[in-house]
Each structure stands twice: as structure tokens, then as C-alpha cells.
């Protein structure tokens, strides 16, 4: 569904990310892990289309097709969705007013946003004095609003509190997995997901299949995504760093 080839990103002139490969399936949820500073928020937004981050190398495969220069809208045309780290502002725009653009046809808002706790907020300028959880929220309702086939997440559970976090990652859970339990399994719905996490908190509401290390804007490591998340509590990414060294 989601292939990014040797990847290099410049923003202000500066190599932000370097020769990335990554890939997320059909149905599959990956995450990527990684210090502050490291570039994945860079790769979300690279991966979305926003202004500001220059591939210089590489290509962004979605559905077979290459959007490497793709605009944004067009991008979120053919179902790519992002919540950001860091959502602007926007006076004056209502999320109600975005959703008559945003919405596929037979979504019930009202439903959704009742859901999350944010009927009140579809007649408030968007994200206006919302506090973290608010914003994280109002995010994951324009996205289950989009019904995106690939879910872009960056941090969904940063700066919110422990009640919000259970609200924000039961929803992620139900948009991404079928809501039907067969002898102990959970089946997915082919939607697919690249999901930043820096506490690794939101391995404890979805099933993810893989996991990557970022750091220092190249991919260090990937495999099991709980086993990595072990491995960065108990060796921090300094063990990361040694062990792309010995490999190389
Ligand atoms: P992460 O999400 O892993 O914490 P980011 O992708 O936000 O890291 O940032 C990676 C690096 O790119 C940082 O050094 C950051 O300062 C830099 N960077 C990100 N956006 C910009 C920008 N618009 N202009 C200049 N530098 C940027
Ligand atoms: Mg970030």
C-alpha cells in the first residue's frame, strides 16, 4: 500500500532524512519510534505532500503509484490521512463547515463526534483555545470523518490525559480493526496505518505488525514492534545506534 524508497527530505536546505525505506501493507499497522529530533514527524509530512519538505532522492509509492510529487489535496483524494503533531489554528472555519468538504457521503458526524466527546466543538473555530486532548480529538474525528485508507498518526497520544488517551486510542482501535472478536482473534478492516509513537502507550489499544526505528533522520532498525519497544526502555536508542554500527 505504502512504499517510501531511498528516501532523502531537505527542509530549509538541511538534510532531514536520509536513504529511508519503509513500507506499510495493506491492512498493516506500523510504528515508528525514534528520539526527539529525529525526523518522523519530517517523514509524515513528506509522506502527505506538505510544502516545506523537498525530496531530493527517493520515490513515495501509494497504490502502486508513484506521488512523490503529487500535491496534498490530491493526496488525501486517493485516501491518505494525516493527524499532525502540531495542528494549526483556524479561526473562522468551523470543524462542522470542514466536514461538508471532508465527509464521505453516509457518515453520521453527529454520531462520531458524540463518540469522542466533541459535539460541542463542531460549531468552534477549529483547534481555537482546544486544549491537548481537544485537539488530539477534533484530529481523530476530521480523520474517522475522511475515512482515509492509509492513517497517518503522529504521536496521537502526546500531551493528552489518561481518560483522553482512552478515548483517542479506543477510536483509533475501532477505525483501523473490525469490531468483531472470532476465537480470540481480531480482524482487521484493510485499512492501514504508520503511526509515530514516542511512549510506545498506543501499542496498548491496536495490534500493530511492525516497528521502526528513526534516528538521525535514517531508519536504524525494524522488526517486532513490542520487542523494540523493550529494547529502547531497557538500552535507550544509544543500543540502536550500536547495533546499526556493528551491522555496517
Ligand atoms: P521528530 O518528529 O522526530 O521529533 P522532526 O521531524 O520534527 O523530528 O524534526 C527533525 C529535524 O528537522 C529537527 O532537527 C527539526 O528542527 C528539523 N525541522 C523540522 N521542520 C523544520 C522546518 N520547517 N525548518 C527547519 N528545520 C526543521
Ligand atoms: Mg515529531
Known amino acids: 500500500m505504502l512504499e517510501i524508497k531511498n528516501l532523502s527530505v531537505e527542509v530549509g536546505g538541511r538534510r532531514i532524512l536520509n536513504d529511508v525505506n519503509l513500507s506499510v501493507e495493506r491492512g498493516h499497522i506500523n510504528v515508528l519510534f525514534g528520539p526527539n529530533g529525529a525526523g518522523k514527524s519530517a517523514l509524515l509530512m513528506t509522506v502527505m505532500g506538505f510544502s516545506g519538505y523537498n525530496v531530493v532522492e527517493g520515490q513515495i509509492i501509494f497504490n502502486d503509484e508513484d506521488i512523490t510529487n503529487l500535491p496534498i489535496n490530491e493526496r488525501a483524494k486517493k485516501g491518505i490521512g494525516i493527524m499532525t ?22 457518515i453520521d458526524i453527529e454520531k462520531l463526534a458524540e463518540e469522542l466527546d466533541m459535539s460541542r466543538f463542531l460549531d468552534r473555530g477549529i483547534n481555537v483555545g482546544f486544549s491537548g486532548g481537544e485537539i488530539k480529538r477534533s ?19 502526546s500531551g493528552v490525559d ?14 483501523l480493526h473490525k469490531d468483531i472478536k472470532c476465537a480470540g482473534e481480531r480482524y482487521k478492516k484493510g485499512k492501514s496505518a504508520l503511526i509515530i509513537t514516542h511512549t510506545g502507550q498506543i501499542l496498548d489499544y491496536i495490534e500493530a505488525d511492525r516497528g521502526y526505528i528513526l534516528s538521525n533522520g535514517t531508519i536504524m532498525c525494524s522488526g517486532n514492534p513490542r520487542e523494540l519497544l523493550n529494547e529502547i526502555k531497557n538500552q535507550g536508542y544509544g543500543g540502536c545506534i550500536r547495533c546499526k554500527m556493528m551491522q555496517s
Not at 142 to 156: G, M, N, T
Not at 162 to 175: A, F, P, T, Y
Open 85 to 106: 503533531q502540531r495542528p494549526p489554528n483556524m479561526p473562522g472555519i468551523k470543524l462542522r463547515d470542514l466536514f461538508k468538504i471532508t465527509a464521505k457521503e453516509s
Open 139 to 157: 484530529e481523530l474525528l476530521q480523520l474517522a470523518v475522511q475515512q482515509p485508507s492509509l492513517y497517518l498518526l503522529d504521536e496521537p497520544e
Open 162 to 175: 489518561l481518560v483522553s488517551i482512552e478515548k483517542v486510542g479506543n477510536k483509533i482501535s475501532e477505525l
